[in-house]
């Protein structure tokens, strides 16, 4: 007997992001949404580390979304294995109303946007719980697909769908052949942000410089700022980390190794930290840090990434629902499986920003004659862009080559 299959898809545009606005109250709504983005994050980014030496770009808040979506369907070992994964709590109300609360309040904000849609087969008998729950709670719309018969077009609709609600940055999401007659639902999830930089990079100032790569040596054009940054040396992981702002809440974090060929062993070390400690990463990273003026250079860069999610997933523990199913709660179907899960991400950083004289109206000397810390950002980094109040990571990357 042949499987019914779900696939989904997860993915984001990121230029420059920022939110408008920020409060204490939105902070306790995205809470646990941000605790269980951060726990992702740093999971999938390890797996992927340890593949390969390609650049890495993901968006844990996507993935979130659409895997959170599917474990309130799930039971027994599958719903284990998600909520293990995500880190969520087991009790699935709370975990709801959690995104319902954080779904609403980006509802009326003009620089994020999340979008969920659960593409069904016309064929395919969904539960009305399940239904209510995802249009409800992740604000999914629902649209009928007839992938048996006419699985060219359902493929080209849902590709649409992913352009429209990513300003058209996110194309051709499902390749030819993704579809096919076994396929009864796509879960898909979008987000788009944009926003610009709190202290924008001069463009009088951009050059070709070299980048130098772990395998080999690359121009790339190179931007320049000269701000008072928040910034720390951190010995132990052999780091510069510099934190910078966007017009918001929202700040690119830096994670800068000291050797130019020192990724490998920061990103070792950041596992072990996160290994024997209780306490979270990135207020282990964050903490510490103060104002420093500095002359910053980093490349500009541009970056569209597919990542097939599906082993991933497995070697981080989530693997019933790819053969056993358990995904009770959306079907009858004993036959339902995961057939893929796929994130495409496009994130482009350069100097823009749309009122620059206001961004650079804060720039305010500490002392009355300084000389700037120059740090030269030409070799592999990491980087994740963090809302600041609630230190949840939207996205988190690895750039090893412009």
Request: contains cysteine; charged residues 25%; aromatic residues 8%.
């Amino acid at each position: 007997m042949s499987s019914a299959i779900i696939r989904i898809c997860t993915g984001f545009f990121v230029i420059l992001l920022s939110l408008s606005s920020s409060s204490s109250s939105h902070s306790n709504r995205v809470g646990l949404v941000s605790q269980s983005n951060n726990a992702v994050a740093l999971k999938i980014y390890e797996a992927l580390s340890r593949k390969n030496n390609d650049n890495i770009l993901i968006s844990p808040i996507s993935l979130n979304y659409a895997l959170t979506a599917l474990s309130i369907g799930t039971e027994g070992q599958s719903y284990e294995e998600l909520t293990n994964a995500l880190n969520t709590p087991k009790d699935t109300d709370k975990v709801k109303k959690a995104y319902y609360d954080f779904t609403r309040h980006l509802a009326h904000d003009r620089n994020l946007t999340i979008a969920t849609k659960f593409f069904i087969d016309n064929g395919f008998q969904v539960k009305d719980r399940y239904r209510q729950d995802i249009s409800r709670y992740f604000g999914s719309t629902i649209g009928k697909s007839d992938f048996k018969n006419n699985a060219e077009p359902s493929r080209l609709e849902i590709n649409r769908w992913v352009e429209d609600n990513t300003n058209n940055k996110i194309k051709d999401m499902l390749p030819s052949g993704s579809v096919d007659s076994n396929t009864v639902a796509f879960i898909v999830n979008a987000v788009y942000f944009k926003s610009d930089w709190l202290y924008p990079f001069d463009k009088a100032l951009t050059r070709s410089a070299p980048f130098h790569g772990l395998d080999r040596k690359t121009d790339a054009q190179m931007m320049t700022v000269t701000a008072y940054f928040d910034h720390k040396t951190d010995d132990s992981l052999g780091v510069d980390i510099v934190s910078l702002p966007y017009k918001g809440d929202y700040t690119m974090l830096l994670l800068v190794p000291r050797e130019k060929r020192g990724i490998t062993d920061v990103e070792r070390k950041l596992v072990q930290l996160r290994l024997n400690s209780n306490a979270s990463l990135i207020d282990m990273v964050m903490t510490g840090m103060y104002k420093r003026e500095i002359e910053l250079t980093m490349p500009k860069f541009t970056l569209d990434v597919k990542t097939d999610m599906k082993d991933v997933l497995k070697e981080i523990g989530v693997r019933s629902i790819f053969n056993q199913g358990g995904l009770t709660k959306i079907s009858d179907d004993p036959a339902l499986i995961v057939g893929d899960v796929i994130q495409k991400a496009y994130i482009n950083v350069d100097e823009t920003s749309t009122e620059a004289a206001a961004a650079t109206g804060g720039l305010v000397a500490l002392t009355s004659i300084s000389i700037p810390h120059s740090l030269n950002v030409d070799h592999p980094f990491i980087y994740s862009i963090v809302h600041s109040p609630s230190k949840g990571q939207y996205f988190i990357g690895r750039l090893m080559e412009p």
